[in-house]
């Protein structure tokens, strides 16, 4: 009798995936990536590799922040000048500054002047360029902007109280930053600052930027007036920027309009001589008029536009508290100091503020003084090409008295 044929012993593979195994069905054993039969009948597969493990502790807002700080040092600092110097001082010195411990207030100001530069890139976006796969929506920045910016203001706050040469650094960094996020905020942000429901543009500065920006600079002229703090300042890591009037460009080319702008001092200087009432408001005006003109004349040799802001900074405490109290003679003096902004920096952060100012101060101080704004009236708002994407609409303004200069 022939002996039977031996039937091929079958080796049994415990190596095929779940969903194989349940269909009874032979799997190709892959294993890093679904096998076959699950793609083929789109089952989810129990080869294919789990997503991978998140931290919890690296939270969306600090990816947020990662990203404003990559903006700052990447682009934000590049706007904020026109020399290579500062720009420099601005990209590695405030964020060197910002990591040591004590200034996280300098940080929190890094990132909120970024965040609003990210709006400020998104609204100036062209409606035909898609948005980046990355960006967040507007409002997203904006309350990060603000978020970062109450944060800076409070340390900012208690720093002054405790002044010294080591802290006096961050503190002047930081004065100078919120000095430029004032008006990096956008115009139309009334509503997110805590201003009445009917707000407008007109009054804003008045009621609520114009303190917030005097409290911010009212410290430094002090701080840097002390031999001890100005001494760490000019050897410390912000040196660059206490230096800025120092560089010069043999290719600057002056306007006629900055040309032309001594001329409207010096008949500001006689005008507040002759019509004013006050003996005092005279004493404080007419050095903060002669510290303009030199800053104009600095400017005219360099093409820094971030030496507009540092009359600001020279002018005498007593003028910014008659500033703070909106006394006529200091607000026309400031409408002065914004026609020169105007003409002399076109950045982001100070594009949309002239014409709201200017509009401001026309409307709080006594008519016999609107003769001597007509100048920054007129230069303001009837340039239209200055405001490309039109931020305000142009007013109809009154005819103002024009004054006749001897």
């Known amino acids: 009798m022939t002996p039977a044929l031996s039937r091929r012993k079958h080796l049994k593979s415990r190596n095929g995936c779940i969903q194989c195994k349940k269909r009874k069905i032979k799997c190709d054993e892959n294993g890093s990536v679904p096998c076959a039969q699950c793609v083929k009948s789109r089952h989810t597969c129990s080869f294919t590799p789990p997503p991978p493990l998140v931290d919890s502790n690296f939270s969306t807002s600090a990816l947020l922040d990662l990203k404003l700080l990559h903006n700052f040092t990447t682009k934000t600092s590049q706007t904020l000048s026109g020399t290579s110097e500062v720009r420099a001082c601005l990209s590695t010195g405030f964020i060197e500054l910002a990591m040591q411990h004590g200034h996280e207030y300098l940080l929190h100001c890094i990132l909120a002047l970024s965040a609003f530069h990210i709006v400020n890139q998104q609204e100036n976006r062209e409606s035909s360029q898609p948005p980046q796969v990355e960006d967040h929506p507007k409002e997203v920045y904006l309350q990060a902007a603000y978020k970062h910016h109450e944060?800076?203001?409070?340390?900012?706050?208690?720093?002054?109280?405790?002044?010294?040469?080591?802290?006096?650094?961050?503190?002047?960094?930081?004065?100078?930053?919120?000095?430029?996020?004032?008006?990096?905020?956008?115009?139309?942000?009334?509503?997110q600052l805590g201003q009445p429901q009917n707000s407008t543009n007109v009054g804003v500065w008045l009621s609520f930027h114009l303190s917030e920006w005097v409290i911010l600079i009212k410290g430094l002229p002090s701080i840097v007036a002390y031999n001890e703090f100005r001494?760490?300042?000019?050897?410390?890591?912000?040196?660059?920027?206490?230096?800025?009037?120092?560089?010069?460009?043999?290719?600057?080319?002056?306007?006629?309009?900055?040309?032309?702008?001594?001329?409207?001092?010096?008949?500001?200087?006689?005008?507040?001589?002759?019509?004013?009432?006050?003996?005092?408001?005279?004493?404080?005006?007419?050095?903060?008029i002669e510290t303009l003109r030199q800053v104009v004349t600095e400017l005219n040799h360099s093409n820094d536009h971030a030496l507009a802001f540092l009359w600001p900074i020279r002018v005498t405490p007593e003028y910014l508290t008659l500033l703070e109290a909106k006394v006529p003679e200091a607000l026309v003096v400031f409408a002065y100091y914004c026609a020169i902004l105007y003409i002399t920096s076109s950045t982001w952060w100070t594009k949309g503020w002239p014409r709201p100012i200017l509009e401001s101060i026309r409307e709080t101080i006594d008519k016999k003084w609107n003769s001597w704004l007509?100048?920054?009236?007129?230069?303001?708002?009837?340039?239209?090409?200055?405001?490309?994407?039109?931020?305000?609409?142009?007013?109809?303004?009154?005819s103002p008295i024009m004054y006749n200069p001897r």
């Open 374 to 398: 007509s100048w920054p009236l007129d230069l303001v708002f009837h340039n239209p090409e200055k405001f490309e994407n039109g931020l305000l609409p142009v007013p109809t303004l009154p």
């Open 231 to 288: 001494t760490a300042l000019y050897n410390g890591p912000l040196a660059t920027l206490m230096n800025a009037q120092s560089y010069r460009s043999a290719d600057v080319q002056t306007s006629p309009q900055r040309e032309a702008v001594s001329c409207h001092l010096h008949h500001l200087s006689e005008g507040i001589r002759v019509h004013s009432s006050n003996d005092t408001n005279i004493q404080v005006c007419l050095p903060a």
């Open 151 to 191: 944060s800076a203001l409070k340390g900012y706050r208690h720093s002054l109280s405790t002044v010294s040469p080591a802290s006096c650094h961050g503190i002047f960094g930081c004065a100078i930053l919120l000095f430029i996020t004032t008006f990096a905020r956008p115009p139309d942000s009334a509503l």
